[in-house]
């Protein structure tokens, strides 16, 4: 968790980029450009896409307001693989995720987690137990179930967004439970 850190959201636009909605706010008097969620987890998707080597074993991330709806824990990794936390911006999280998705890397299994307000990569290697509606009339099914998780965590109170690449490159973004982007990415 981000505790005391005082940064300014980054400025996330990259020339050349695919669209993507921005969102223009006033930060002490200055305009800046602020990328909304769904957004971010494209671009991210993206990113960690072109950055990814041969032996890319997939990754999932999950965008956060407020983790509390969701119950997860923690997979024991080696803590000197673990790099300094927070990584902030598209660009560093989307290297850093390609990184650690390669199949020889300890950090390749389970989702990341990024703060929503910032878009800081601020948990790595998490395990997610997402809640089960009771009333499975409104549940896209998916096949899989690393994919079945992402959609059931991103009906999560607190959850913004849940993002995965497989390894044959199919990237997909869930909101509310709801696949909103799919896309062959590699």
């Not at 990113?47 to 990814?52: E, G, H, I, L, S």
């Not at 000197?80 to 598209?90: N, W």
């Not at 989702?111 to 997402?130: D, K, N, Y």
Request: net charge positive; proline share 5%.
């Amino acid at each position: 968790m981000i505790r005391g850190t005082r940064h300014q959201p980054p400025d996330l636009r990259r020339q050349g980029s695919h669209s993507r909605q921005l969102l223009t706010t006033k930060i002490n008097g200055a305009a800046m450009s602020i990328m909304n969620t769904c957004s971010f987890c494209i671009e991210l998707l993206h990113c960690v896409a072109k950055d990814a080597d041969a032996d890319f074993s997939g990754v999932g991330f999950i965008c956060y307001s407020d983790l509390s709806g969701l119950p997860h824990l923690a997979l024991n990794v080696p803590p000197c693989s673990v790099r300094a936390l927070p990584v902030v911006g598209v660009i560093a999280t989307g290297a850093f995720l390609a990184e650690a998705s390669r199949g020889s890397s300890p950090l390749h299994d389970g989702f990341h987690f990024i703060a929503a307000q910032g878009f800081a990569l601020t948990h790595v290697c998490q395990f997610i137990a997402p809640v089960i509606p009771s009333d499975l009339s409104n549940v896209q099914f998916a096949a899989g179930a690393r994919h079945m998780s992402a959609q059931l965590a991103s009906r999560a109170q607190g959850i913004e967004a849940t993002a995965l690449m497989a390894k044959d490159g199919n990237g997909v973004v869930y909101k509310d439970g709801i696949k909103i982007f799919e896309e062959r990415l590699r």
